[in-house]
């Protein structure tokens, strides 16, 4: 699994689509967590990551 990935999975009887934003250290126990976020098939949009400049000017976000 890295960041960026996109997956399905099935959650009682639900299709949800699934993308991984990070990873952290959980500070008590150690183990490996993972963020995910949902996402809603009607609202994916693919577009070059040459034109996310136009969108989003580089110095109103940070990555």
């Given at each position: ?23 952290y250290?959980?500070e ?36």
């Amino acid at each position: 699994m890295n960041k960026g990935d996109l997956f399905t999975v099935y959650i009682d009887g639900n299709v949800l689509t699934v993308c991984v934003l990070g990873f952290y250290q959980e500070e008590y126990s150690g183990e490996e967590m993972v963020i995910l976020a949902v996402v809603n098939q009607d609202n994916l949009v693919h577009i070059p990551a040459s034109d996310l400049e136009a969108i989003f000017p580089h110095k109103k976000y940070l990555n």
